[in-house]
């Protein structure tokens, strides 16, 4: 729950329902800044209310962090779909100090870091983010990406 300093009109964001394991919240969604124009809006002096620029400019922002969270959803999404099509392909891809490897992709995994890619049961588990190369059956580069 946000709270206002009706003074100095700083504010802190108090986290009163927390999972017994969860971590404290280090940043703010789109709930919290709700919450906290709500706030600013209920505390503000009457006298003074809050300039349009300054309201404008809020809800702008707001308005952005929206679209920036339905992006990487559908981002996540796109990625899953495209995991998919790696099945039965060789990748050649980055494996920690072992340098570049290659293999047979033989399973994907969906993890909260990410999707996971099986190379040749089992033998490797990558990220997505680690292959640089895909074949076809064929034997021809059929995609290249980053890394």
């Known amino acids: 729950m946000p709270y206002v300093n009706p003074t100095t009109g700083s504010y ?3 986290n009163s329902v927390r999972k017994k394991d ?4 280090t940043t703010l969604g789109k709930d919290d800044f709700l ?3 709500m706030v600013q809006l209920t505390n503000q002096d009457p006298l003074k209310p ?3 620029k300054e309201f404008i400019a809020q809800m702008a922002q707001f308005s952005t962090l ?3 969270t339905n992006m990487a959803k559908e981002m ?3 990625n899953k779909i495209n995991s998919y099509s790696l099945l039965g392909k060789k990748v050649k891809f980055h494996y920690y100090d072992e340098g570049d490897q290659e293999g047979t992709v033989t399973g994907v995994k969906f993890t909260e870091a990410g999707v996971k890619l099986e190379i ?3 033998k490797y588990e990558i990220s997505m983010d680690d292959v640089f190369e895909v074949d076809n059956t064929t034997g021809s580069v059929d995609q290249t990406m980053g890394g």
């Open 50 to 52: 809050m300039e349009d």
């Open 120 to 122: 040749d049961d089992g």
């Open 12 to 14: 802190r964001v108090m």
């Open 66 to 68: 929206e679209q920036i």
């Open 76 to 78: 996540s999404t796109l």
């Open 22 to 25: 969860e971590p404290p919240k």
């Open 35 to 37: 919450k906290l124009l």
